[in-house]
């Protein structure tokens, strides 16, 4: 129901009570609402773009996460016309959407792509998902302050804007996860519109075509068939949800399949990617290390940053031995020392603690958001709106616990793993 339809409603429902109303003034108060509306999406949407930009235009672009592997990837197909072997390369296990994006705006024979071009598609991603997370915040009840705060975080944190203006499929494919779920929310109220669904199974698809954290939307797209009136108009949707998403990403993991045996490849086990991933393993991982977070984490909040010490590769801060310690650090700074030069990991340099520590109380806000939509979601046994939500975000941590306690090493704890929660 629109707001136009509930004033109209309201209107009536008064005027058989007696109550005399203005409808000239209803109205003005209606399009005065939603211009607050259009015009605090618009600042910080315009906002979020003008800082990418700026980081594009301004920093050196080939620093990040694998940042040569994925360029690697790129080069092989602009250069040679064909897609790597998924073990060929540093990064060539990944699905291949946003290689082949990327390749659209790519020249063989130069550096293999346009930085602009190649880097504005994370940017256009988060800037997608930060829209996305304003019009479900409304959407599910939420005021226009709380619309507000919540776009800000998705589009502002560290570990957003780092996506946002890097080489790397994280942005992308938290983007269109994050197109996935005004679908998902929809159908969580009503689970037979075919089109809905349709739409659902397409972004989640092109998410399990970028990344394969598109199995954390995959596995919400069940949520909203999973109910006690399910009849066949419903699993009419469901089907079609589903094939949608095979017809999409089924190729991909099919040529995994038949390449290597497997449908999600790794290339960790191989060199030289194994030797980089062992030196930063800073012991073995223990079950304390996920029930703990050590404070200097957020003191020291990188993986190179000792007391009393200059950074070096041989410096390990055995703080991040703590699994959420680092996930966080990495969230609101720097903590693999990608983008900001390794002289301000150090002590008396108070720009990353000042981060770490700011960042305390929306993360806690944030916690305590989805523990209690998490507690609505089991009292109402799967029956509230955000239900695909909590379950994506439940599929996406209960990953990376597993991904991070199979992979010891400091370099499988990022929170760019985490980045398709970013909406949820």
């Known amino acids: 129901m629109t707001s136009g339809d509930a004033t109209s409603v309201g209107g009536a429902n008064r005027a058989r009570e007696g109550v005399e109303q203005p409808p000239r003034r209803t109205r003005e108060h209606g399009v005065g609402a939603r211009r607050r509306v259009v015009l605090l999406v618009a600042v910080l949407l315009l906002a979020a773009a003008a800082h990418y930009l700026w980081n594009i235009s301004t920093l050196y672009p080939l620093i990040g996460y694998d940042d040569r592997g994925h360029m690697q990837y790129l080069a092989t197909l602009v250069d040679e016309g064909r897609l790597p072997h998924p073990l060929e390369g540093w990064s060539t296990f990944h699905p291949p959407l946003y290689y082949l994006s990327g390749s659209l705006v790519s020249w063989p024979g130069r550096p293999v792509w346009s930085p ?3 880097l504005a598609l994370s940017a256009l991603a988060l800037l997608a998902a930060g829209l996305v997370s304003f019009r479900l915040v409304l959407h599910l009840g939420g005021g226009l302050a709380v619309a507000g705060v919540a776009t800000a975080l998705v589009l502002f944190v560290p570990c957003s804007q780092l996506a946002a ?3 790397g499929n994280e942005a992308l494919g938290a983007g269109l996860a994050a197109l996935a779920l005004p679908a998902l929310v929809r159908l969580q109220a009503n689970p037979r ?4 669904a349709a739409f659902a199974g397409l972004m989640a698809g092109l998410a399990l075509a970028t990344k394969y954290t598109g199995l954390f939307v995959a596995a919400a797209c069940m949520v909203p068939f999973c109910r006690g009136d399910f009849d066949k108009r419903t699993l009419r949707a469901l089907v079609l949800c589903g094939f949608v998403g095979v017809l999409v990403a089924g190729p991909v993991y099919v040529r995994n399949i038949k390449l290597t045996g497997s449908p999600i490849p790794m290339t960790r ?4 990617m194994k030797g980089a991933e062992e030196s930063l393993i800073l012991r073995e991982r223990r079950l304390l ?3 703990w977070i050590n404070p200097a984490s957020l003191l020291r909040p990188s993986v190179q940053h000792m007391k009393g010490e ?3 590769s041989r410096n390990r801060n055995p703080a991040m031995t703590s699994v959420w310690g680092l996930t966080y650090a990495s969230m ?6 990608h983008r900001i030069p390794g002289r301000f990991h150090r002590d008396g340099i108070y720009a990353g603690p000042l981060l770490t520590l700011l960042g305390i109380v929306p993360t806690a806000l944030v916690v305590a ?3 209690a939509a998490l507690w609505g979601l089991l009292r109402r046994r799967g029956n509230t709106p955000d239900a695909s939500l909590v379950v994506m975000a439940i599929a996406g941590l209960l990953t990376f616990v597993t991904f991070t306690w199979k992979a010891p090493s400091a370099a499988a704890v990022k929170a760019s793993y985490l980045l398709p929660l970013v909406v949820p």
């Open 116 to 118: 602009l071009g190649l």
């Open 165 to 167: 203006t890097m080489v």
């Open 193 to 196: 519109e075919l089109r809905t």
């Open 269 to 272: 086990e191989l060199e030289p």
């Open 289 to 291: 290390d996920y029930l």
């Open 310 to 312: 200059p950074p070096a």
């Open 332 to 337: 609101w700074y720097d903590a693999h020392s």
């Open 369 to 371: 958001g989805f523990l």
